[in-house]
C-alpha cells in the first residue's frame, strides 16, 4: 500500500465529505453568512472553508472543523449529520 493519503476518489470517506459539505452550505447560508465572513469568524482560510463546501476536501482537520463549529454558534456533531439524519449513537442500533 503506498504512503500517504488516499486520492479523493478512492477514498471511504468519500460520502461523509459530501455530507459535510452539503451541511456546512446549509448552515453558513441559514445564518445568511458568505463564505468570506465564515472564514474570517472561524480564522481559517477562505480557500479551505471553499475546498471543504464543494467535497475536494475529504478529511479535513479537526480543529478547523471545531473551528467552523464554533463559528457557527454549533457543536461539532452537527457538522455531521443533518437533524433527520441518525446520530452516531443510533447507527450501531
Do not use: C
Request: hydrophobic fraction near 40%; avoid cysteine; aromatic fraction near 4%.
Amino acid at each position: 500500500m503506498p504512503a500517504g493519503r488516499a486520492r479523493r476518489e478512492d477514498s471511504r470517506f468519500r460520502d461523509q465529505a459530501e455530507i459535510l459539505a452539503t451541511r456546512l452550505r446549509t448552515l453558513r447560508a441559514e445564518r445568511g453568512l458568505t463564505q468570506e465572513q465564515l472564514a474570517g469568524r472561524a480564522q481559517v482560510a477562505v480557500s479551505t472553508l471553499r475546498k471543504i463546501e464543494s467535497g475536494r476536501v475529504i478529511e479535513p482537520g479537526y480543529f478547523t472543523m471545531v473551528s467552523l463549529a464554533n463559528a457557527l454558534g454549533i457543536e461539532l456533531r452537527e457538522l455531521s449529520w443533518p437533524h433527520d439524519s441518525p446520530s452516531v449513537g443510533q447507527l450501531g442500533a
